[in-house]
């Protein structure tokens, strides 16, 4: 199939390294270009803009930070939305908000083009795996025509339905879950070495009983051995999907009172620890709180 991938981070890297791998032919888009070199090397086309990759494509993915990027990568004589073909797919795997993702829908639909919002759960490591966990929404048909290529790039696709933007909810309040937990353990820490307690005992406790899934196992660790370099999940990301989530509640009336911790947490970490710091950086805020 004919594949076009804009946005090679450290996500979008292993996930276009993945479709490569199950013999797509793939067009590549970034913007710092020399990030594709590993990507063409692997037979992977560099295309000079988002609508030069798109051409053609029977799909095209996009994996980038944030609303403006997605902005600046649809729209635009140079852009995705005046490269795919009439019928094509659009799939945004970005961690964007509700109205971004409402307004790249309304966009496809203007010019017949199809969009799927598929956010995915998991850190680079797990992208590069092709074991990522995939939250899909879009018109049943449109998901049916991804799912082969979710198969390439993901261990579980989870379908909320037909409305693009409601896989962007769902992501955000998962992230706001990954936040709380780790805001969490950065307190747990700071009471138990408070109390005479090494962080790496009280976190071998907590993951080897009751909390033992998936999240404490990944980001206990990090936090215990202080190994917030180099970053997985960037403080500035979080940062940035929690100012969306709390755009999300505030358009949908619901308070939240830790998400606003969360986010004052996260701005100073951001602030003092600096912006390549991962999220369990928290924990060295937190850590600095409790002196």
Do not use: C
């Amino acid at each position: 199939m004919q594949l076009a991938f804009l946005g090679l981070g450290q996500m979008g890297h292993g996930i276009a390294a993945n479709l490569l791998k199950a013999g797509h032919q793939l067009n590549v888009w970034n913007r710092t270009a020399e990030r594709a070199n590993p990507l063409v090397a692997q037979g992977a086309v560099l295309a000079p803009s988002p609508r030069a990759a798109a051409e053609g494509a029977e799909v095209a993915f996009t994996m980038v930070a944030d609303d403006t990027a997605l902005t600046q990568v649809l729209e635009g004589p140079d852009g995705l939305l005046a490269g795919l073909p009439e019928g094509a797919l659009h799939i945004s795997h970005s961690t964007i908000s509700v109205e971004a993702a409402e307004r790249a829908s309304r966009l496809h639909a203007e010019r017949g083009q199809r969009f799927v919002s598929a956010p995915v759960f998991g850190r680079p490591a797990v992208a590069e795996a092709g074991q990522l966990w995939i939250v899909a929404a879009g018109e049943a048909d449109a998901i049916d025509a991804a799912t082969p290529l979710f198969d390439a790039i993901g261990r579980t696709v989870f379908r909320i339905g037909d409305t693009p933007s409601a896989a962007n909810l769902v992501k955000l309040a998962g992230n706001f879950m990954i936040l709380a937990t780790v805001e969490a353990y950065g307190e747990a820490v700071a009471l138990a070495e408070r109390g005479g307690i090494a962080r790496d005992k009280l976190i071998e406790v907590l993951t080897g009983t009751i909390f033992d899934g998936t999240i404490h196992k990944i980001y206990g660790p990090l936090i215990a051995e202080e190994r917030y370099r180099p970053a997985g999940f960037a403080a500035p990301l979080g940062l940035k999907d929690m100012r969306l989530a709390g755009e999300a509640a505030a358009t949908l009336g619901q308070q939240m009172p830790l998400l606003d911790l969360l986010k004052a947490h996260l701005a100073e970490t951001v602030a003092t620890e600096g912006e390549d710091v991962d999220v369990t950086a928290l924990a060295a805020t937190i850590a600095k709180k409790a002196g």
